[in-house]
Nanobody, 124 residues
Framework: QVQLVESGGGSVQAGESLRLSCAVSGSTSSRLGMGWFRQAPGKEREGIAYSYSFGLTRYGDSVKGRFVIFKDNARNTLFLQMNNLKPEDTAMYYC??????????????????WGQGTQVTVSS
C-alpha cells in the first residue's frame, strides 16, 4: 500500500520561500507519476506541479517560474521548492501519486494515492 506523508508547510511572509516534502512508502518514487495540488477554502483543488516519466515536469500557470518540483529518488521523496510566495498561494497542499509514471497526469481524479496535506499560509 502506497503511503504519502507531506511536511514542510508553515506561515511565511510574502516573498519568502518554503520547501515541501512528500515521503513515499510502499513503492518507489522513481516509478510513480507524482504531483502537487493545493486547495484554498471555498475553492476547487488545483494542480500546480507534476513530475512524470524520466524527470519530466510541468507547472500550472499560477506557479510557473516560482515553484520547482523534483524527486530525490535515493530518499524516495518528492519535493516542492516554493519561491517568492504570494498571499494567493495560501492553501492546503497535497502530494499525489499514481503508478502510471510515464504519463502526464494533471487532474486530481487521475491520481490513486494522496497524502494528508500540509498547510501553507502567506501573509502580506
Amino acid at each position: 500500500q502506497v503511503q504519502l506523508v507531506e511536511s514542510g508547510g508553515g506561515s511565511v511572509q510574502a516573498g519568502e520561500s518554503l520547501r515541501l516534502s512528500c515521503a513515499v512508502s510502499g513503492s518507489t518514487s522513481s516509478r510513480l507519476g507524482m504531483g502537487w495540488f493545493r486547495q484554498a477554502p471555498g475553492k476547487e483543488r488545483e494542480g500546480i506541479a507534476y513530475s512524470y516519466s524520466f524527470g519530466l515536469t510541468r507547472y500550472g500557470d499560477s506557479v510557473k517560474g516560482r515553484f520547482v518540483i523534483f524527486k530525490d529518488n535515493a530518499r524516495n521523496t518528492l519535493f516542492l521548492q516554493m519561491n517568492n510566495l504570494k498571499p494567493e498561494d495560501t492553501a492546503m497542499y497535497y502530494c499525489a501519486a499514481d503508478p502510471r509514471w510515464g504519463s502526464l497526469l494533471v487532474r486530481a481524479d487521475e491520481y490513486k494515492h494522496w497524502g494528508q496535506g500540509t498547510q501553507v499560509t502567506v501573509s502580506s
